[in-house]
Nanobody, 115 residues
Framework: QVQLVESGGGLVQPGGSLRLSCAASGSIFRLLTVGWYRQAPGIQRELVATITSGGVTNYADSVKGRFTISRDNAKKTVWLQMNSLAPEDTAVYYC?????????WGQGTQVTVSS
């Protein structure tokens, strides 16, 4: 069983930065790949970035060079540093992990990029 809680969203101007956090429960967290997804109104949820237990990262083309995913297994936390934010980054951001055949999601955190 894994529980995920996101935080750090908010309103930011274009070009600004935000850092999202995903706090997890469960000792097995350190073994799991964790991903950040986002969903804008009327658009299918999309993968933003992933990080494996060993720290290997992967990014969607739309965020490469602007977003950085990182983790601290001792703190059971994954972060998403978002720089050079643009209005098209506006969405609810979700943390995700999979354990066996089960997907676990957090409740999401709203990111709004607007002047």
């Amino acid at each position: 069983q894994v529980q995920l809680v996101e935080s750090g969203g908010g309103l930011v101007q274009p070009g600004g930065s935000l850092r999202l956090s995903c706090a997890a429960s469960g000792s097995i967290f350190r073994l799991l790949t964790v991903g950040w997804y986002r969903q804008a109104p009327g658009i299918q949820r999309e993968l933003v970035a992933t990080i494996t237990s060993g720290g290997v990262t992967n990014y969607a083309d739309s965020v490469k060079g602007r977003f950085t995913i990182s983790r601290d297994n001792a703190k059971k936390t994954v972060w998403l540093q978002m720089n050079s934010l643009a209005p098209e980054d506006t969405a609810v951001y979700y943390c995700n992990t999979r354990l066996g055949r089960y997907d676990y999601w957090g409740q999401g955190t709203q990111v709004t990029v607007s002047s």
